[in-house]
Structure formats: C-alpha cells, structure tokens
C-alpha cells in the first residue's frame, strides 16, 4: 500500500514557475514508476509526466515538453514535477500516482495509487 500527498500548488501568473512535490508513504517508494497527471475542468484526466523507479528516465506530454521536469529522491520518497513558463491551458487539478509496472506508461490505468491532487491556477 502507498500514500500519496501532493502539494505546491497554488495561483501564478503566465510565464511564472512553480514546483509540485509528493510525498510517499512506505519504504517502497523506489519500486514504483511515478507519474504526473492533470485534470483541468470538464475534461478527462491526462498524462503530463513518469519517471523511471531510479529517476534516470522520463517522458513527457508534447504540450509540457521543455517546460516541465519530473524528478524523484528515492532518498526522501518525493516525486517533483518542476513547471515554468506556465501558461493558462495549464490550469488543472495535478496529481501524481504510483504504477508498479516498470515501463513508462502514459494511461491512466496502468497506475495502481493515486494522491487527492493539488491545484494550479494560471492567470492570464
């Protein structure tokens, strides 16, 4: 069982940054792949970004690509997802989730736990 606790969220500005983290629970947190999914009013959950269980690989929707970084430290059970340039289409409740598959998956069904989300508001 794994417990996920996001947070960071908040409102910013277009072309501002934040920096979402989750935290997990248990000592198996390196055995998880983790992922960043979003959910924005009226519309389906989406993938935004998963890392590897190590970190060393990741992959990202094409609408965040070169904007946001995804990174964990094993070390601290956290999973980070780092936005700039924000824009207001980010606008979404963010949550991160935990699949014991060790491939990189972008479907929603492929994750095993799931945190309560944190939401990110971006003004125009």
């Known amino acids: 069982q794994v417990q996920l606790v996001e947070s960071g969220g908040g409102l910013v500005q277009a072309g501002g940054s934040l920096r979402l983290s989750c935290a997990a629970s248990?000592?198996?947190?390196?055995?998880?792949?983790m992922g960043w999914f979003r959910q924005a009013p009226g519309k389906e959950r989406e993938f935004v970004a998963v890392?590897?269980?190590?970190?060393?690989?990741?992959t990202y929707a094409d609408s965040v690509k070169g904007r946001f970084t995804i990174s964990r430290d094993n070390a601290k059970n956290t999973v980070y997802l780092q936005m700039n340039s924000l824009k207001p289409e980010d606008t979404a409740v963010y949550y991160c989730?935990?699949?014991?598959?060790?491939?990189?998956?972008?479907?929603?069904?492929?994750?095993?736990?799931w945190g309560q989300g944190t939401q990110v508001t971006v003004s125009s």
């Open positions: 989730a935990a699949s014991s598959d060790i491939s990189l998956r972008d479907g929603l069904t492929w994750y095993d736990y």
């Open positions: 890392t590897s269980r190590s970190g060393s690989r990741s």
């Open positions: 248990g000592r198996t947190f390196s055995r998880y792949t």
